[in-house]
């Protein structure tokens, strides 16, 4: 799925008006549509832990579907009335060039969240069950699908944040109904009840909205950092560029992110402790060495200019900044580790705590750039973002001590 922002932003660097289109697409579209699912996220990590009979399974599934269609609403609230107009132009205050194409791609977006919660909590049941390999089949049908949709677009030369929008809300669609499909023979084998007290009422909702908050918080910082970049010097190239950045590291977090549910399915195993705890370690240093070899040799230039298709100012501009986020793919990888301790501690209010501690941390750096840097907003973004990621892993390993 990392590989995913990379290919959508090659796409649309090749089409007309790169730089709007990027902005409007990477800097505008797609951070306010993460924050507007935020909600669902920890569905994927709360379905691998609960979804373990049938009574949890339907009460988590009305959680899923009720979330899905309220989220929805307010997306579309969003996009189509003048609530649109006071988080872009007033508060985002991004150049007057994307708002419209900002507006459309969001529209155009509508299908995601709902797809997203759907496929997350029935990928955390076949997770939970054994069933990993389908998630990842799930994941090669929603690529061949948006890289199928990317290539269209390509072809009739359309906008990039149309291209760009489409080809994300039918690969999701695509990747949820098979999720669903694949769900189905583990659901009829589900028991009545299992070993563990289920979860029901408040203490769902203790263990769960801690959980909603963290991407919730997290993702909100994207807007926020839209809205400090296009304060700050260079802002068109550096939200044209943020996003191919930001994607090219996600690249690197994936398999971090994909490490937390693998931690909460397998902690109750006899020896595994000590095991993951290795493993954790392992996957921080060797993706920390690939972005290494990435961001401070020309393979970065060579990366930005022919594969991502930036012109030559712009891929400049992002092999500078590329190693000021070497610290984040590890950071992924370790917080998997916490987080993953946490969870299945059923202690998630830690989890809040730290991505408060991220959030804040990342505000007070953007907020220093605004008020006093001379550096572009991109490699203020980027230094913010790492020192965030940084600290919200330093409360984590304090908060799991013990566990």
Known sequence: MGA?????????????????????????????????????????????????????????????????LGLSLLHLLLAATPLFDVVVRRVLDVPAAVLEPARLGLLLLLPWTWSIASRRFHQGLL?????????????????????????????????????????????????????????????????????????????????????????????AILPFGTAAVARMPQALWSLAVWPVISGLVFVLQSAGLAYNEVVVALLDEPGARAALRRFSLTLSLLVTALLALLSLTPLAEGWFSTVAGLSPSLAAMAGAALWMALPVPATRVLQSWYQGLLVNARRTRAITEAVVVFGATCGVVLAHGMRHGSSSGLAIAVVAFSLGRLTQTAWLAWRARGL
């Open 127 to 219: 997770i939970r069950h054994g069933r990993a390999r389908a998630v990842g089949v799930g994941t090669a049908v929603r690529l061949t699908v948006t890289s199928s949709t990317l290539g269209i677009g390509l072809g009739l030369a359309a906008p990039g944040v149309v291209v760009a929008s489409v080809a994300l809300s039918l690969g999701v669609m695509a990747e949820a109904l098979y999720a669903a499909w694949r769900a189905r023979e583990v659901v009829r084998a589900l028991p009545e009840h299992s070993e563990r007290e289920p979860l029901r009422g408040r203490a769902f909702w203790r263990f769960y909205v801690p959980l909603a908050m963290t991407p919730l918080i997290t993702l």
């Open 4 to 68: 995913e922002q990379p290919l959508v932003g090659a796409v649309v660097a090749r089409l007309a008006e790169p730089e709007v289109q990027l902005a409007a697409y990477g800097s505008v579209v797609y951070p306010l549509a993460l924050v507007v699912e935020a909600p669902v996220i920890m569905l994927l990590a709360a379905s691998t832990e609960l979804s373990r009979d049938r009574v949890a399974f339907r009460a988590l599934r009305r959680v899923a579907h009720g979330l899905g």
